[in-house]
């Protein structure tokens, strides 16, 4: 009855844990949820007050634009220029996304063929894996290790895997390492596609988020990257609007015009009432974002020096929310958090084979929720 492509597919990590936190709740056990990467705080209120202005302008209820409205793109465009000096022509060099998710879903549809090798990063986002599937292409994984600050070695990937090799998914800043990638690393980068004629897509889901004064880069920013390459990016968890579904495809013109013509036959756009209010988000005031940094970089401060009190070495990240640290077996070690102290972090090994001794925590929860978790592991004798 199924397709074979469903079987091909590994299954999906958040939907099994989400299963056992299910369980742990019915059994009344107060869980302290450090695993999924979803914002806890609100949309700020001034894109919200946008969103239903919108709402109630009966222009915005019909079918969008399919590459996105001309001001919403016009509004990526000048975002990118004023955040990154990255200048993009909003015609031909912006689209739109249902999300960044639905963007990675669907381009290899777009540039792979069936057998055609898809570069992954190991541990990564678990969508670049199955988006090839999809498309029936073959994933090759990058391992990204800790000895290389979890950058990809270019150097290690065999000669008849890059003879076929269409394209890749890299994104720094990364989940779920938490890794941040050098402007030299992109150049890196767009000197190994161009030799070997591979696609670059960059996720910059969480360029914002960042600590300590650090500013992440956007892949475009390196030079002849828009000869390689494309960026998604969506306004997810810059603005805590994961439940809103929008983001953007920016990078070549020919690459956003074969992805577009994908996109026109699948969806139909984005509501533009959304489309609206996240032009609200991009060119209206950017203190929502810094004070948003502001309360997770407290919370990635008590986490560490907890964990750190509880004798576990652990990398403070400049940037994302998330904090990836090693353990003996991470699949035991996360049942025997959920089990034993009600905390959910996330195994390594649900982002890929190179995850294994890792586990992820998001720092997504209020601090007072993040100390208790160190106090309960504490208790049950959770120690690095
Ligand atoms: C959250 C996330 C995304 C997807 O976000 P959208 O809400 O679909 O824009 C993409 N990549 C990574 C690495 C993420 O963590």
């Not at 869980?31 to 222009?59: M, Q, S, Y």
């Not at 975002?79 to 249902?98: H, M, Q, S, T």
């Not at 498309?135 to 600050?149: D, I, Q, R, S, T």
Request: glycine share 8%.
């Amino acid at each position: 009855m199924y397709a074979k492509r469903l079987d091909n597919l590994p299954p999906y990590l958040f939907a099994q844990i989400d299963a056992l936190k299910a369980q742990k709740r019915a059994e009344g056990v107060d869980l302290i949820d450090l695993g999924v990467g979803d914002p806890d705080l609100p949309t700020p209120k001034h894109i919200v007050d946008a969103l239903c202005e919108a709402a109630r302008d009966p222009a915005t209820h019909h079918y969008p634009d399919y590459l996105g409205m001309l001001e919403y793109r016009q509004a990526v465009a000048t975002w990118y220029d004023r955040r990154f000096g990255v200048k993009l022509d909003p015609k031909k060099e912006v689209l739109a996304l249902i999300g960044s998710k639905e963007g990675i879903a669907h381009i290899p549809e777009a540039f792979v063929n069936p057998g055609d090798y898809v570069l992954v990063s190991d541990p990564g986002y678990p969508v670049y894996k199955t988006s090839t599937l999809f498309a029936e292409g073959k994933c090759h994984p990058m391992p990204l290790l800790e000895k290389n600050n979890f950058l990809p070695d270019y150097s290690a990937i065999p000669k008849d895997v890059l003879k076929t090799a269409k394209l890749m998914f890299i994104g720094y800043p990364n989940n779920p390492t938490g890794a941040v990638a050098s402007m030299d690393f992109f150049e890196e980068t767009v000197d190994f596609a161009k030799d070997n004629d591979i696609i670059v897509v960059h996720d910059n889901a969480y360029s914002e988020i960042s600590f300590d004064g650090y500013k992440s880069p956007s892949f475009l920013e390196a030079k002849g990257a828009m000869d390689v390459g494309l960026e998604t990016h969506s306004l997810s968890k810059t603005y805590n609007m994961t439940g809103w579904r929008i983001g953007m495809c920016v990078g070549n013109a020919g690459l956003i015009e074969a992805f577009g013509r994908v996109k026109t036959n699948i969806d139909s756009g984005v509501f533009d009432a959304i489309q609206r209010a996240s032009i609200v988000a991009l060119t209206g005031p950017q203190d929502c974002v810094d004070e948003a940094c502001a309360v997770y970089k407290e919370r990635r401060d008590a986490l560490v020096s907890g964990l750190r009190s509880l004798g576990f070495e652990v990398t403070s990240p400049k940037a994302s929310f998330y904090v990836w640290m090693k353990v003996p077996d991470s699949v035991e070690f996360v049942a025997k958090m959920i089990n034993e102290a009600g905390i959910v972090v996330t195994p390594g090994t649900g982002f890929g084979a190179s995850g294994a001794g890792y586990v992820r925590f998001a720092i997504t929860r209020p601090v007072d929720r993040i100390n208790e978790a160190i106090d309960r592991m504490n208790e049950c004798g959770i120690r690095g």
